[in-house]
């Protein structure tokens, strides 16, 4: 029997071990952040005892990967001196640093919108003006669900923008005019094979994952093979093994990769019940070299997240084909404490569902995307 270790004890771990159970295999947590959510399997976190912690949980599992990207690298390179570790140290570093990531993309010929590196106010100005504003301001590490990034649309707000990130340097990217926000989600073993998902959109408000519907309604051939052409250049260049996402623009000119997440990702989380192979399951195949599972949708999908409170249970319940997954975690604003995933056969049949179940679901925002009856 295998154990997996994962560096992390979120919600994208504990789904992770819940899909690798019927696969006969155990868990083992490391937490990182001193408020571990898991509530599952075996969690090392005592910020007091960290060194025999790690050299505990390390002796205790046979390969190691990792539910969120922010983490040391110190760490990381530990982990992988002891055991495998998979995504590797090098995908981890350039994923968590957007300077690097960017300089991927553009070395692989992948499009992304103008961008520029700044170290003080001085640069942060010269480089708005010189890119043209709006744009926007990211710290180049840490960032994530919106924290860390500023639009600034005047001279006057860099100064603001730049107190308001609080980090040492800065990327200053254009203001993408996108119609709407797309992800790939893909796995890859060591063998080279890779497994990829339909390409799906995504509604953020606020920096926040609100909604994905999966497939993305009305994309090409030609779309979906692009988009796959990108993450399998990636995915070969850094010998990858593991889930890893792209997200992406979808202009009028075409694809723009925005960033990227080495790891399960939220955009993902419809193939848990959309698919024939969620992306959990297959990334513990991929770092455990088992065979990739199809990825073909049943149908078409919508995730809600339940972001800060929790949706109506008994109400949600009540609903076909319409799945409710709770975290575990308490209730605070902008704290993802679950999701809701909704199958259906077509889209104006998911549309149908999705407007039903909302009305489960406190304090959800509007909905903004390509099924026209919500518009």
Known sequence: MKRVGILGAGQLGRMMALAGYPLALEFVFYDTSGSPSANIGKIYSDPHNEQQELMDFLNEVDVVTYEFEHLPIDLAKKVADRKPLFPSVQALAICQNRELEKNLFVSMGIPVSPF?????????????????????????????????????????????????????????????????????????????????????????????????????????????????????????????????TIELFETDDGLLANEMAPRVHNSGHWSMDGAHTGQFENHLRAILDLPLGETTPHGVSAMVNLVGQHADTAGVLSLTDTHLHHYGKTERPNRKVGHININANHYDALTEKLIRCLQHVPGHYPLDCSLSPLK
């Open 116 to 244: 520029r590196i700044v170290n003080d106010q001085s640069q942060l100005r010269h480089a708005a003006k010189q890119l043209g504003m709006p744009v926007v301001a990211k710290s180049l590490t840490q960032g994530y669900d919106g924290k860390g990034q500023a639009v600034i649309s005047s001279a006057g707000e860099c100064d603001q923008a730049w107190e308001q990130i609080n980090h040492s340097r800065l990327i200053v990217e254009s203001f993408v005019r996108f119609n709407r926000e797309l992800s790939l989600v893909a796995t890859r073993n060591s063998k080279g094979e890779t497994a990829m998902y339909p390409l799906v959109e995504n509604n953020h408000q606020h920096g926040i994952l609100r909604y994905t519907l999966a497939p993305a309604p009305a994309v090409s051939p030609e779309i979906q093979h692009q988009a796959e052409s990108y993450l399998a250049k990636i995915m070969s260049h850094l010998n990858y093994v593991g889930v890893l």
